[in-house]
């Protein structure tokens, strides 16, 4: 309701405004982390596979397969490891750095988004 | 080159690393504000028209129209006002309000990517 959104709260809880960081961390000319490539790990953890996580997200396999193969060659190591064959048929599971990485993420996007708690309270007052 | 990697700086300007914040701000159903659209009003307060704004931008006439009729419906008063006509011909100002709502946009951006510049470099160490 209207109300709601005369008092916004310094947290936001209260008011229509939401405000959804999303970060794109890019090495070199690949962008090695963002929100798709995040929300593709979770994915394959969940499910075990790669073909499956992209389902799950609508995303072509073909995509999919593009984006492991990415984050592989930015980062120390494999963010995703495929098991027995490897192509769709196989399974993949996500590293020890893989988890590590989107738990990563995930506490940047936290952060930054708090870090911006007071300007979005403000910026609710400009709504109708 | 390999060698700037090995030392991350805390500003993250040595190493390969570089991260892009982008905010989308949603207000009830809309997303009220969003690097598109932040962008478009831009292009628009350089161009002085939506229709040269949205060529500058590759984007399309139509999609434009939305993007400035979901940014006017937003706020309190329109971010952008058509001038003469109104149509593809007619010229396009960014108000008082939509140059304060940019500016406003790009400061949340920009502290944001700050508040996550120690992950930043603690991230950095991750990659190859």
């Known amino acids: 309701m209207a109300a709601s959104k005369t008092s916004p709260s310094p947290s936001g809880s209260a008011t229509k405004l939401e405000l959804k960081p999303q970060l794109r961390i890019s090495f070199r000319k690949s962008i090695a982390m963002g929100p798709g490539k995040a929300d593709l790990l979770e994915s394959i953890a969940a499910t075990g596979?790669?073909?499956?996580?992209?389902?799950?997200?609508?995303?072509?396999?073909?995509?999919?397969?593009?984006?492991?193969?990415?984050?592989?060659?930015?980062?120390?190591?494999?963010?995703?490891?495929?098991?027995?064959?490897?192509?769709?048929?196989?399974?993949?599971?996500?590293?020890?750095?893989?988890?590590?990485?989107?738990?990563r993420y995930r506490e940047m996007e936290k952060k930054a988004g708090e870090s911006v708690t007071r300007e979005m309270a403000e910026f609710s007052d400009l709504m109708r």
């Not at 995303?59 to 495929?82: H, I, Q």
């Not at 996500?94 to 988890?99: C, K």
Request: charged share 15%; net charge positive.
């Open 49 to 103: 596979s790669i073909s499956a996580a992209a389902r799950k997200l609508a995303m072509s396999y073909r995509r999919a397969w593009l984006l492991v193969d990415t984050m592989n060659t930015c980062f120390k190591s494999p963010l995703v490891e495929t098991l027995t064959g490897g192509a769709q048929g196989g399974g993949a599971q996500v590293t020890a750095l893989g988890h590590d990485v989107v738990k």
